[in-house]
């Protein structure tokens, strides 16, 4: 008499095994939807970081200016920072974005994150690098559901053109 030997997995097994990654999912599901957030503003910070760089070199290397600024279209500066911003080469250094100025960079917002930007519409450079505004400028990024976790970034450009970064709880 020949003894089979089953292969695979019995209905009860398979049943438990269902029950215990439910369970573990519904304890790791709250964990990883901070982190999703967490990188959501870290990667909207960095963009932002990013085009402000972009921007202050072009303005450097044509020595007119450039700029970032609140865009919902990509092709004009309508102070929609939630929507996008927009990167520019200022050709004709009047220290705005008009027909004709060259677009370097366009990004969209990822809509889960709440974005804010100066109230002046656009962080304006002169040839120098510097900023052309006197008044401090930022952009503030935090995801739309925060709670009180520290995931506000706040990017700040100073006088000199140069870009910080500063973590804050959200509001």
């Known amino acids: ?3 089979r030997r089953s292969k695979g997995f019995t209905l009860v097994e398979l049943m438990i095994t269902i029950a215990v990654v439910a369970i573990l999912a ?3 599901f709250p964990s990883f939807q901070s982190t999703l957030r967490s990188n959501r503003v870290a990667s909207g910070i960095n963009e932002a970081s990013g085009l402000v760089a972009l921007a202050r070199s072009e303005a450097i290397r044509n020595k007119r200016g450039g700029g970032v600024c609140g865009s919902s279209t990509g092709t004009s500066c309508d102070g929609s920072w939630s929507k996008g911003m927009l990167a520019w080469a200022d050709v004709d250094g009047d220290s705005g974005y008009s027909t004709g100025e060259v677009v370097l960079r366009y990004v969209v917002v990822n809509p889960a994150l709440q974005t804010a930007g100066p109230s002046s519409a656009a962080i304006a450079f002169d040839g120098h690098g510097r900023r052309r505004s006197a008044d401090p400028q930022e ?3 935090q995801p739309s559901k925060c ?3 520290q995931l506000r970034r706040r990017l700040t450009v100073n006088a000199s053109g140069q870009v910080s970064t500063l ?3 959200c509001s």
């Open 147 to 149: 709670g009180t976790q």
């Open 167 to 169: 973590k804050e709880n």
């Open 139 to 141: 952009i503030s990024l």
């Open 26 to 28: 519904a304890i790791a």
């Open 1 to 3: 008499m020949s003894v």
